[in-house]
C-alpha cells in the first residue's frame, strides 16, 4: 500500500527558534497533502491543505506566517513552525492523498511530536 | 458545524471478546463516514468506510453500519485479537470535500 514518511518523529527545540517537519509520499505522487494538529486526548484539527505549485489553504483560526507550508514536489510538502514557542508543543501529523480502489483517500504519516522549551 | 462523538476510552477486554465502540455524529445533508485505526507508532490507516445510509463498512473483521436514522456508525468486531490493540478514529467528510472531521479517537487494549 502507499506510505507516507514523516521526518523527524520527535523534535525538541527552544523557544524562539524554527523548526521543520518533512512529509513524503513514498511510492506515489500527491497533489494535495493535508496538515493536522493534535493535542492529548483530543481530535486532530486539519490546519491546512497543500497542493503542489500553489498556495496552501488555512483552516480559519491558523496563522499562516506562524505555520509555514510549501508543497514544492509532487512527494514532498514541509511544515515550518516559525518563533516556536511553548504553546506550539503539539502532536503534528500530515497525510497525502492517493487512490484505493476508485477513491481519493489520506495516507497518513506517523506524526511528530513537538516540544518547544 | 459537523462534528464527531465516539466514546472515551480507554477500552480493554480479553482476547476473543465482542467489541463495539459508539459513534456518532452531527452534520447536514449525508456525510460519508470512516473509521482508521492509528497502531503504536505508526500512521492512521482507513480501516473502512460507508457512503451512504444503509451501507455496512467491513474489513478485517470489523463492520460498521451506516445509521442515518440514528446518526451513528458504531464500530464492531466479534472476536478481537491481541493484534487488534490500537487507537480507533471515527471521522466523516461532506458534500464531496476531502477535509475529514476527527473524533477524539478510542484506544483500545486486547489483553491474552
Known amino acids: 500500500g502507499a506510505v507516507v514518511s514523516q521526518h523527524p518523529s520527535w523534535v525538541i527545540c527552544k523557544s524562539g527558534t524554527s523548526v521543520k517537519i518533512e512529509c513524503r509520499s513514498l511510492?506515489?505522487?500527491?497533489?494535495?497533502m493535508f496538515w493536522y494538529r493534535q493535542f492529548p486526548k483530543q481530535s486532530l484539527m486539519l490546519m491546512a491543505t497543500s497542493n503542489e505549485g500553489s498556495k496552501a489553504t488555512y483552516e480559519q483560526g491558523v496563522e499562516k506566517d506562524k505555520f509555514l507550508i510549501n508543497h514544492a514536489s509532487l512527494t514532498l510538502s514541509t511544515l515550518t513552525v516559525t518563533s516556536a514557542h511553548p504553546e506550539d508543543s503539539s502532536f503534528y501529523i500530515c497525510s497525502a492523498r492517493g487512490l484505493a480502489g476508485g477513491w481519493n483517500i489520506q495516507y497518513f504519516g506517523a506524526g511528530t511530536r513537538l516540544s518547544v522549551l | 458545524g459537523n462534528s464527531v462523538t465516539q466514546m472515551e476510552g480507554p477500552v480493554t477486554l480479553s482476547e476473543e471478546a465482542f467489541l463495539t465502540i459508539n459513534c456518532t455524529y452531527t452534520a447536514t445533508g449525508y456525510p460519508s463516514l470512516f473509521w482508521y485505526v492509528q497502531y503504536p507508532g505508526e500512521g492512521l490507516q482507513l480501516l473502512l468506510k460507508a457512503t451512504k445510509a444503509d451501507d455496512k463498512g467491513s474489513n478485517k473483521g470489523f463492520e460498521a453500519t451506516y445509521r442515518k436514522e440514528t446518526t451513528s456508525f458504531h464500530l464492531e468486531k466479534g472476536s478481537v485479537q491481541v493484534s487488534d490493540s490500537a487507537v480507533y478514529f471515527c471521522a466523516l467528510t461532506q458534500g464531496g470535500s476531502e477535509k475529514l472531521v476527527f473524533g477524539k479517537g478510542t484506544k483500545l487494549t486486547v489483553n491474552p
Open positions: 511510492d506515489f505522487q500527491a497533489t494535495t
